[in-house]
């Protein structure tokens, strides 16, 4: 019997989905999804209110089952490191209601082997 495998993007979109219900379960609120430009796209873009100081976050997702912690740090190398911020900047630009708030960019990492399930590195990495 011929079973039909997930695509990629299908795998890609269920990850997404998963880590919007684990930061709405942890109080953010999501503003977008899946901003693409020419250069690249950010996966989630979220409001997190921390007292005084809310943020907007842009949010990278990886689901790397078969991965590491080294798979992760690969896969986040300085180049779609750039790209993001590049990305960024794009969102900020269309979007200037936002262009005042304090930013952050995390990453939420998804059953990487030694890991809990949703790991959530708050502010990775800085433009």
């Known amino acids: 019997m011929y079973k039909k495998s997930i695509s990629t993007h299908d795998k ?4 997404e989905s998963r880590a919007c219900s684990y930061l709405i379960d942890n109080g953010y609120q999501i503003i977008d999804r899946n901003f693409r430009i020419r250069e690249g796209e950010i996966d ?14 842009f949010v990278e997702v990886k689901s790397l089952p078969g991965g590491d912690v080294d798979t992760l740090a690969v896969e986040l190398n300085e180049r779609k490191r750039q790209k993001i911020v590049k990305t960024a900047k794009c969102y900020l630009k269309k979007h200037r209601e936002y262009s005042n708030e304090y930013i952050r960019f995390d ?3 998804l059953d990487v082997p030694g890991l809990e399930p949703v790991h959530h590195i708050i502010n ?3 433009e």
Do not use: D
């Not at 890609?12 to 990850?15: E, P, Y």
């Open 12 to 15: 890609g979109l269920a990850g």
């Open 44 to 57: 989630i873009i979220a409001w997190q209110k921390v007292e005084k100081r809310p943020f907007l976050v």
């Open 107 to 109: 990453v939420l990492a």
């Open 124 to 126: 990775a990495f800085v």
